[in-house]
């Protein structure tokens, strides 16, 4: 990874600095420009930053890769900077810098924001180190792995390059099992409905290795009488374009869920326990196509809440004695606004369900998110900084940690054994599925 890094370092044309300096400049709107001047070194975003936290290193600091991106754009694109930039601390952007860049947003940032949530004067970091890795993207400076994963998806339609008939026996798999849990055989996974109400689009990573998750979610649909349909084509709600700075390709991979909506006339896109996938679906989404969705875009964590609201599920909570705690995805809940409906849920499904000491939008990134767990080269980085998330954990008791989003579920997973926690990861609807109480009769809605 480091030696190819060099190799296309090593290459850079003027030309290429002047793409990356122009796409940095695009990426950048008037209110993030005037971001780059703005900050007091007050040191608030320094105990903020997990990753500083856990090595706390200058290098680490959000204002110290701020700093070194501001230095460029002061290089480049005000006066003082280019006549004196002795007196600015103004930077060229060169290959030395355009490493500097990488190491930074890539290697030292997941993007999570909760810098910017604890900044004195409120400067939008995450939206400055997006704008530096649209700059890099379009310099061919991506971490390869990270590129790759977005080019499998682009390529097979997921970004695990799960084939179409493999996808189709998966679930035609995990209805079969569905129906043996249940002992109903009218248990369905519909596939390809025209006009159901839901389109449920998963992270390809269940049908891969985790099929209980989708079963899960199947059997809280079958059992709350919902009219629902996943797509042969345009399931994979991932979206890696968010990290790897290339909105082109990140608008291609929205579209093909868009597309499937289109194809089979839903009217609600669900989206699965994934923070990157509801916030690119949701927020992003609309930015990249320059257009807002004709329909509903909707956490299924949102649904769940509905469900139970309504009296569509029934929960017996003594079935989860065990303590339960809950991690928040930065993406989902941060930038994302879903904060309460998996804690009503929980609430109701869990007997003994606590906080962890920051949490909500407060929370600490578990430190794989922004790509991080598709970038081999800052490993150790990546499970060092997990440090701050498996405090959290063991300070709450907890013998289950509930985390709605699947990058969340890998990061812990490798936490909880290199942290030796002890611990039961688990997704929404897999706890929620414990607790379920099947009933003789299931309301419907538009069957």
């Given at each position: 990874?480091?030696d190819?890094?060099?190799?296309r370092l090593?290459a850079l044309?003027d030309?290429?600095l002047?793409r990356?300096?122009?796409?940095f400049r695009a990426?950048?709107r008037?209110e993030?420009?005037?971001?780059?001047?703005?900050?007091?070194?007050?040191?608030?975003?320094t105990?903020?930053c997990?990753v500083?936290?856990m090595e706390?290193?200058?290098d680490?600091?959000?204002?110290?890769k701020?700093?070194?991106?501001a230095?460029?754009f002061?290089?480049?694109?005000?006066t003082l900077?280019?006549?004196?930039?002795?007196l600015?601390?103004?930077?060229?952007l060169d290959?030395?810098?355009?490493?500097a860049?990488?190491?930074?947003v890539?290697g030292?940032c997941?993007?999570?924001?909760?810098?910017?949530l604890?900044c004195?004067?409120?400067?939008?970091?995450p939206?400055?180190?997006?704008?530096?890795?649209?700059?890099?993207a379009s310099?061919?400076?991506v971490?390869a792995?990270?590129?790759?994963?977005?080019?499998?998806?682009?390529?097979t339609?997921n970004?695990?390059?799960v084939?179409k008939?493999d996808?189709l026996?998966?679930?035609?798999?995990?209805?079969?099992e569905?129906?043996i849990e249940l002992d109903?055989?009218?248990a369905?996974?519909?596939?390809?409905?025209p006009g159901?109400?839901?389109?449920f689009?998963?992270?390809p990573?269940?049908p891969?290795f985790?099929?209980?998750s989708?079963?899960a979610?199947?059997?809280?649909?079958h059992?709350?009488?919902?009219?629902w349909?996943v797509?042969?084509e345009g399931?994979?709600?991932t979206?890696?374009?968010?990290?790897?700075g290339?909105?082109?390709?990140?608008?291609?991979?929205n579209?093909?869920?868009?597309?499937?909506?289109?194809?089979l006339?839903?009217q609600?896109l669900?989206?699965?326990e994934c923070?990157?996938?509801y916030?690119s679906?949701?927020?992003?989404g609309?930015?990249?196509?320059?257009a807002?969705?004709?329909?509903?875009?909707?956490s299924?964590?949102?649904?769940?809440?509905d469900?139970?609201r309504e009296?569509?599920?029934?929960l017996d909570?003594?079935k989860?004695?065990?303590?339960?705690t809950?991690?928040?995805?930065?993406?989902?809940?941060r930038h994302?606004g879903i904060?309460?409906?998996?804690?009503?849920v929980?609430?109701?499904?869990?007997?003994d369900?606590?906080?962890?000491?920051?949490?909500g939008v407060?929370n600490?990134c578990c430190?794989?998110?922004?790509?991080?767990?598709?970038m081999?080269?800052y490993?150790?980085?990546?499970?060092?900084?997990g440090g701050?998330?498996?405090?959290?954990?063991?300070?709450?008791g907890a013998?289950?940690?509930?985390?709605?989003?699947?990058n969340?579920?890998d990061?812990l997973?490798?936490l909880?054994?290199?942290?030796?926690l002890?611990?039961k990861?688990?997704?929404?609807?897999?706890?929620?599925?414990d607790?379920?109480v099947p009933t003789s009769?299931?309301p419907?809605?538009n069957p």
């Amino acid at each position: 990874m480091a030696d190819d890094l060099e190799t296309r370092l090593a290459a850079l044309t003027d030309a290429d600095l002047a793409r990356g300096l122009a796409t940095f400049r695009a990426a950048l709107r008037d209110e993030e420009a005037a971001y780059l001047n703005a900050c007091v070194r007050c040191g608030f975003c320094t105990d903020s930053c997990h990753v500083h936290r856990m090595e706390p290193v200058v290098d680490n600091i959000p204002a110290r890769k701020l700093d070194q991106i501001a230095a460029v754009f002061r290089g480049h694109f005000t006066t003082l900077g280019r006549v004196a930039p002795g007196l600015t601390g103004a930077r060229r952007l060169d290959r030395d810098m355009a490493k500097a860049w990488v190491d930074a947003v890539f290697g030292r940032c997941t993007l999570c924001g909760r810098c910017s949530l604890n900044c004195a004067v409120g400067i939008n970091l995450p939206a400055v180190f997006k704008a530096a890795r649209a700059a890099l993207a379009s310099m061919g400076l991506v971490p390869a792995d990270l590129q790759a994963t977005v080019d499998i998806a682009l390529e097979t339609g997921n970004n695990m390059g799960v084939s179409k008939e493999d996808w189709l026996e998966t679930v035609a798999w995990i209805e079969e099992e569905l129906q043996i849990e249940l002992d109903d055989p009218t248990a369905r996974i519909p596939v390809d409905k025209p006009g159901a109400r839901v389109l449920f689009t998963v992270n390809p990573r269940e049908p891969k290795f985790f099929p209980l998750s989708l079963q899960a979610s199947a059997k809280l649909f079958h059992l709350a009488g919902e009219d629902w349909t996943v797509a042969s084509e345009g399931w994979d709600l991932t979206n890696y374009g968010l990290f790897n700075g290339n909105p082109q390709q990140a608008g291609t991979l929205n579209r093909a869920l868009l597309d499937a909506m289109e194809r089979l006339g839903c009217q609600m896109l669900v989206i699965g326990e994934c923070g990157h996938g509801y916030a690119s679906a949701r927020w992003e989404g609309p930015e990249w196509q320059q257009a807002a969705p004709p329909f509903p875009i909707v956490s299924v964590l949102e649904l769940m809440r509905d469900y139970l609201r309504e009296g569509r599920i029934t929960l017996d909570p003594t079935k989860v004695a065990a303590r339960v705690t809950l991690h928040d995805p930065c993406n989902l809940v941060r930038h994302g606004g879903i904060l309460e409906p998996q804690r009503e849920v929980l609430r109701a499904a869990a007997q003994d369900f606590v906080e962890m000491a920051e949490h909500g939008v407060e929370n600490y990134c578990c430190g794989g998110g922004g790509g991080a767990l598709a970038m081999g080269a800052y490993k150790a980085r990546r499970l060092k900084s997990g440090g701050m998330k498996a405090e959290q954990i063991r300070r709450t008791g907890a013998k289950i940690v509930v985390a709605p989003c699947h990058n969340c579920i890998d990061q812990l997973s490798e936490l909880n054994k290199d942290y030796k926690l002890g611990v039961k990861v688990q997704t929404l609807a897999e706890l929620l599925s414990d607790a379920l109480v099947p009933t003789s009769k299931s309301p419907q809605v538009n069957p």
